[in-house]
C-alpha cells in the first residue's frame, strides 16, 4: 500500500538539503521500525518518493512524499510513530492512503510568501517593478543546465505576484510560481528581478512555502 505524507520543514531545519530530508526520512523508518518496502538490487533504497525540493534557506508546511509499505498499516500510526522519532524542525501534519490519488509528479505550482525589509521605504519601487513584471511578455535570465548556459523567459513560469501586507516588519510578498516538469523558478529569483527593474536591493527576511498544489488555470488540485 501507498501512504501520503504532508510534513513541515521548520527553522530549526531550513538549511539542510533537499538530500539531507530524504535521509532523515530513511533513518526515521528504521528507527519507528515502520513496515516501509525498498527497491530491489545491489543497494536497496525505501520506496519514497518527495514534492520538488525546497530552495535552502525556505521554510515550508506543505512538503509532501509518498511511501510504499509491504503490509497494510493506518496511516495516523505512520504519523505518530514518525513524529515521535524525527527531529525538532520536521513534522508530519497529515497522512493519507494515496493508492488512488494525483501523483505528486503531476504537482505543477506552488504559492511562496516572501518577506523583505523596507528599511528605505522602497515599497513604491517596489509595487511598480511588480506592475512591470505584469505588463512584460519577455523577461530572460540565465540559467544553469548539464548542458551549459541558457536564456529562459520567466514569464510562462510567473502566475501571480502581490503584496500582502506592508508594515513597520517589513513587506509580505505573495507569489504563485511553477514548479516541477514543465519549469520551474525559485522566489530568490524573482527578487533578484524586482530588484534589477526597481535599482533597488531587497534584503530578504525569510521565504515561506505555503502550498504545492496542480493548477489547470481554472482550479488547483491539492496532494492532500
Given at each position: 500500500m501507498k501512504i501520503r505524507l504532508k510534513f513541515e520543514k521548520g527553522h530549526p531545519v531550513m538549511f539542510i538539503s533537499h538530500l539531507d530530508v530524504i535521509r532523515v526520512f530513511e533513518r526515521a523508518f528504521r528507527r519507528a521500525n515502520l513496515p516501509i518496502s525498498y527497491t530491489k538490487g545491489f543497494n536497496p533504497r525505501p520506496k519514497m518518493t518527495f514534492t520538488p525540493a525546497l530552495p535552502v534557506g525556505t521554510t515550508s508546511c506543505s512538503e509532501y512524499m509518498d511511501c510504499e509499505f509491504d503490509e497494510e498499516i493506518l496511516p495516523r500510526d505512520v504519523?505518530?510513530?514518525?513524529?515521535?522519532?524525527?527531529?525538532?524542525?520536521?513534522?508530519?501534519?497529515?497522512?493519507?492512503?494515496?493508492?488512488?490519488?494525483?501523483?505528486?509528479?503531476?504537482?505543477?505550482?506552488?504559492?511562496?510568501?516572501?518577506?523583505?525589509e523596507d528599511g528605505s521605504n522602497n515599497e513604491a519601487k517596489l509595487r511598480n517593478a511588480i506592475k512591470e513584471v505584469e505588463n512584460s511578455k519577455e523577461i530572460f535570465i540565465e540559467k544553469q543546465s548539464k548542458s551549459g548556459a541558457k536564456q529562459v523567459n520567466i514569464i510562462p513560469l510567473i502566475y501571480s505576484i502581490e503584496v500582502l501586507e506592508s508594515n513597520s516588519e517589513g513587506i509580505k510578498i505573495l507569489m504563485k510560481l511553477s514548479i516541477g516538469q514543465e519549469g520551474s523558478i525559485s522566489p530568490s529569483v524573482i527578487i533578484s528581478v524586482l530588484e534589477r527593474i526597481a535599482g533597488f536591493e531587497f534584503e530578504i527576511n525569510y521565504i515561506f512555502r505555503r502550498e504545492i498544489y496542480y493548477f489547470d488555470g481554472n482550479k488547483k488540485i491539492f496532494p492532500i
Open positions: 504519523m505518530i510513530r514518525l513524529n515521535n522519532v524525527l527531529p525538532i524542525g520536521i513534522k508530519i501534519l497529515e497522512a493519507e492512503v494515496a493508492d488512488n490519488k494525483l501523483p505528486l509528479s503531476s504537482l505543477n505550482a506552488a504559492s511562496y510568501v516572501v518577506s523583505i
